[in-house]
């Protein structure tokens, strides 16, 4: 484990990355369906603070792996057999997600002991490879002993705070302060010395891979609503619209998620990565829950949801707003001299999605209003792609 070479040509993601990532297509698809039912029951309460805590886990379990194997993968035995570690941890934390919500929504201790049992299993094996790369690469030791530090302290936390006997606004309270704990520890680490050697391509391309695996959840809610229109009305110009809606509303996120020049940013300027890696955390969440909500509307039309239509178009509304938000705000901070009127095109696509809004409240059908909704990413792609986004990767900052 002397570290890959940063500026390693033709780096790309491994087969065993691949693998890795399909344990998190079934973490996404379990926090999306007890978001959807949390939201379709009325609980929004619930819903927010469940699927709060699951992305952040779900992501940062993630992000770990991800970021050590950018700069450390060898590929050799020991660390194919480290992996199979990491992954029976997500699943086992994948199962403790149901209770969580459960949990929440009962007002109890929040049980979230089955998830830390997930982060127990993927944690040791992490630092482990931490320590072995601390031993393995001497130039680089301090940070990587750092990181093993830092894991392992909030690790601890973790198991302390599942046999304290405390509210739900406790548990948030002291969820905070162990996040934080996790953040800072990547931004101690990477300040010593030359930090650890992660390729930018190579990083950039399991983000985006990480973000096709949350955009599935989006076909998986069109899926969800299309059957629900069939089954209550047969093939109709409703099954229609749902079906391109929910498809053309995906295929929209992809678009402009994928519009970000990560790669080439990051290769220039690798102190901007923090933010960059960061925010990606919060960009997923919201691709996630306009999946969920996609699913709340199928519910709504089966009439097995307890919320109005409003509330229904709000569900997938508000995570398609704070989506585009996110988007437009990370493409500023990478590109800041980008010549995309970028204030313009978020102002326009909001007016959508209040007219989709204001149309739910008028009483328009929800096919029709997730339609009107679709049009919002749509906007932002055209006066993006207008604007010839090709060449602002030349407008950095030198």
């Known amino acids: 484990m002397a570290g890959h070479d940063p500026q390693e040509r033709h780096r790309t993601a491994t087969p065993l990355e691949g693998l890795f990532d399909l344990t998190f297509a079934t973490c996404f698809g379990l926090a999306a369906s007890q978001l959807a039912h949390a939201l379709a029951q009325g609980h929004f309460a619930t819903a927010l603070i469940g699927f709060g805590f699951a992305s952040f886990a779900i992501c940062w379990a993630w992000i770990n792996f991800s970021w050590f194997s950018s700069a450390y993968d060898t590929d050799d035995w020991i660390f194919r057999l480290v992996t199979m570690v990491q992954m029976i941890g997500v699943l086992v934390l994948a199962t403790g997600l149901p209770r969580l919500f459960e949990t929440i929504d009962k007002g109890a201790q929040v049980d979230n002991s089955i998830i830390v049992l997930g982060y127990v299993i993927m944690r040791i094996a992490m630092v482990t490879q931490w320590l072995r790369a601390a031993r393995q690469d001497p130039g680089r030791r301090r940070a990587c002993l750092t ?12 198991i302390i705070q599942i046999f304290l006997d405390t509210s739900v606004a406790s548990t948030l309270l002291c969820a905070a302060v162990l996040a934080a704990i996790e953040l800072a520890g990547p931004v101690i680490a990477e300040r010593i010395g030359d930090g650890t050697p992660w390729h930018a391509h190579h990083i950039a391309e399991r983000y985006s891979l990480f973000a096709l695996i949350a955009l599935g959840e989006g076909v998986v809610g069109t899926i969800a609503g299309l059957a629900a229109v069939v089954e209550i009305q047969g093939w109709s110009l409703d099954a229609a619209l749902v079906c391109l809606a929910g498809i053309g509303l995906t295929f929209g996120m992809w678009w402009i998620y994928y519009m970000l020049p990560s790669a080439e940013v990051l290769h220039a300027h690798r102190d901007r990565s923090f933010v960059w890696g960061y925010g990606q955390i919060f960009i997923v969440a919201a691709i996630v829950a306009t999946g969920a909500g996609l699913h709340v509307a199928a519910y709504a039309i089966e009439h097995e949801a307890h919320i109005g ?18 988007v437009h705000g990370l493409h500023r901070y990478l590109v800041p001299r980008s010549e995309v009127r970028r204030g313009t095109l978020l102002a326009g696509s909001a007016a959508l999605i209040a007219v989709a809004v204001g149309a739910a409240a008028a009483g328009a059908g929800i096919a029709i209003c997730l339609v009107i909704l679709m049009l919002a990413p749509t906007l932002t792609i055209l006066g993006v792609e207008f604007s010839g986004r090709r060449g602002e990767v030349a407008s950095l900052n030198p």
Do not use: E, K, N, R
Request: net charge neutral; charged share 0%; with cysteine.
């Open 309 to 326: 239509q409003l509330a229904t178009v709000l569900c997938s509304a508000v995570p398609v707003g704070l989506f585009l938000v996110l």
């Open 147 to 158: 990181y093993a530090t830092a894991i392992s302290i909030a690790q601890i936390g973790w």
